[in-house]
């Protein structure tokens, strides 16, 4: 009988499995100690969008980790396509992790005593804000713990050290929101679980330039910004700035380009997405189907 990979595939150890089988040790430092990093891509239509600027984030944070895997930059873009051509999905949420391994040494504290991993999988699409939510509008709050400094964690090396990020979400959801943004610890906008914020004014669309990832859907965002005559700015944003808005908007990989209705008691328009917000959100969708930074999938590589 053939495997099923229908729910997801995934590399591990040097093997494809079906997402099911896709394990990690507890001894594993990625687990003990979240010393792991990772990125995602998103495939849709059979095609990876923006494939060399995941991995080019990838490698950024596999160096600042310290963490070598042993696998070249050709190899993870054979993996990668392999992983969707097994599970035969055509929009699918993809993932590369490299975690720091389990220590060849019992008991050791040495993180050069472990062998570090390479891990890739394709599972269905996933949205960080559910598309009945981006409809109406996302209810953001602003977190009451800030977001950790960039002086213990450095937000543009992609991480799952998540607890500030797992506390606001506990916290908005408590209070009926959706999902909550973080300020840093002087006050400034970050980003959120999974995602770039931006604010619009006027013309200017705003995103925030400290404690938050370089996102490819950010970046994405401040390309498209000029052909729709809007100016593209990345720079500090108070929570002042936040209320003062027209709009509010956020980006990721898993879901797009997502705008937003309120932001705590703030409401913004007529409680709906913004026009602007929308008319990004359009385009970024309308240039993946004209091909924009789009790399096909060769589905036939899973037969080989
Ligand atoms: N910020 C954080 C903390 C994230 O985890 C992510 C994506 O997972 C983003 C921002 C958005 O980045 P991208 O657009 O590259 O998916």
Not at 73 to 97: W, Y
Request: net charge negative; proline share 6%.
């Amino acid at each position: 009988m053939s495997v099923d990979y229908s729910k997801g595939a995934a590399y591990m150890n040097g093997v494809y499995v079906p997402i099911s089988e896709a394990k990690i040790p507890v001894g594993d430092w990625g687990f003990t100690h979240s010393d792991v990093t990772y990125d995602v891509v998103h495939v849709t239509d059979g095609a990876f969008f923006r494939l060399e600027d995941h991995l080019d984030r990838f490698h950024k944070s596999l160096a600042g980790y310290r963490l070598n895997p042993g696998v070249t930059r050709d190899q993870m873009r054979h993996i990668l396509g392999r992983v969707v051509a097994l599970s035969g999905l055509e929009r699918a949420f993809v993932a590369m992790l490299s975690t720091r391994g389990v220590p060849r040494i019992y008991g050791s504290r040495n993180p050069m005593d472990c062998d570090n991993t390479f891990i890739a999988y394709a599972v269905p699409w996933v949205d960080v804000i559910k598309p009945d939510v981006q409809e109406r509008g996302a209810h953001l709050i602003v977190a009451s713990v800030p977001r950790i400094s960039p002086k213990s964690l450095d937000p543009t090396l992609k991480n799952y050290m998540w607890r500030d990020f797992t506390r606001g979400m506990f916290e908005a959801h408590d209070k009926g929101f959706d999902t909550a943004i973080l300020l840093d610890q002087e006050g400034f906008l970050t980003e959120g679980s999974g995602f770039n914020v931006f604010i619009v004014k006027d013309k200017k669309v705003i995103t925030p330039d400290r404690g938050a990832l370089e996102g490819v859907t950010r970046k994405s965002v401040l390309d498209i910004c000029p052909e729709l005559g809007l100016e593209p700015i990345i720079g500090p944003i108070t929570y002042a700035d936040l209320m003062d808005a027209d709009e509010v908007f956020t980006a990721t990989t898993a879901g797009g380009v997502m705008p937003c209705a309120r932001v705590d008691d703030r409401i913004y328009g007529n409680d709906r997405p913004g026009p602007i917000s929308a008319k990004i959100k359009e385009t970024y969708w309308r240039k993946h189907k004209e091909g924009w930074h789009m790399t096909p999938v060769n589905y036939a590589d899973a037969d080989n």
